[in-house]
T-cell receptor, first 113, second 108 residues
Framework: NAGVTQTPKFQVLKTGQSMTLQCAQD?????MYWYRQDPGMGLRLIYY???????DKGEVPNGYNVSRLNKREFSLRLESAAPSQTSVYFC????????????FGDGTRLSIL | LAKTTQPISMDSYEGQEVNITCSHN???????ITWYQQFPSQGPRFIIQ???TKVTNEVASLFIPADRKSSTLSLPRVSLSDTAVYYC?????????FGAGTTVTVRA
């Protein structure tokens, strides 16, 4: 019963490097989300995908790109990593839309030196 | 975007009932109120959701007054394992903002 799977779990990058965070869900959910969580703070929405083939900006999209590869997979890309992007990244999915409960992965801890 | 306001922290003891109130003064007609729980090093976990009046499930109750400008999450008979951060979320059309949440600490 995997739910939402994120890879990798940990990553250290140097400033300027690129990186793609992977997320897959096996619940046949329509909507998927990427959040970042900084120490002592709540989650902030980076991008979301309401359905396969669509993506939209959230609260903090600058410096990120996303791809909804298919219904299962939603990736987050950092083209040129910056220290300010050091954070824990969470992927989530919900069955139909944002009014329904979201199921979260265990997160990717990303450090940028 | 309907912002929420919660207490930063609450302390309790095992066996007590914990009530966390969330203010959402500019909640819109279509907004639902959802609560999540987060343990350290884990993603948030859905607890309960409601639109109006009272909702109860196996882990919590959610009380929403008629004006819907606030809501109260009630955790009955908490245990040490309920120590976590609790987030109140008002959701409308993907405009999601978790806020800082309420850190609940349960002591023996």
């Amino acid at each position: 019963n995997a739910g939402v799977t994120q890879t990798p779990k940990f990553q250290v990058l140097k400033t300027g490097q690129s990186m793609t965070l992977q997320c897959a869900q096996d619940m046949n959910h329509n909507s998927m989300y990427w959040y970042r969580q900084d120490p002592g703070m709540g989650l902030r929405l980076i991008y979301y995908s309401a359905s396969e083939g669509t993506t939209d900006k959230g609260e903090v999209p600058n410096g990120y790109n996303v791809s909804r590869l298919n219904k299962r997979e939603f990736s987050l890309r950092l083209e040129s990593a910056a220290p300010s992007q050091t954070s824990v990244y969470f992927c989530a999915s919900s069955e139909k839309n944002s009014n329904q409960p979201q199921h979260f992965g265990d997160g990717t801890r990303l450090s940028i030196l | 975007l309907a912002k929420t306001t919660q207490p930063i922290s609450m302390d309790s003891y095992e066996g007590q009932e914990v009530n966390i109130t969330c203010s959402h003064n500019n909640i819109a007609t279509n907004d639902y109120i959802t609560w999540y729980q987060q343990f350290p090093s884990q993603g948030p976990r859905f607890i309960i959701q409601g639109y109006k009046t009272k909702v109860t499930n196996e882990v919590a109750s959610l009380f929403i007054p008629a004006d819907r400008k606030s809501s109260t999450l009630s955790l009955p008979r908490v245990s040490l394992s309920d120590t976590a951060v609790y987030y109140c979320l008002v959701v409308d059309d993907y405009k999601l903002s978790f806020g800082a949440g309420t850190t609940v600490t349960v002591r023996a």
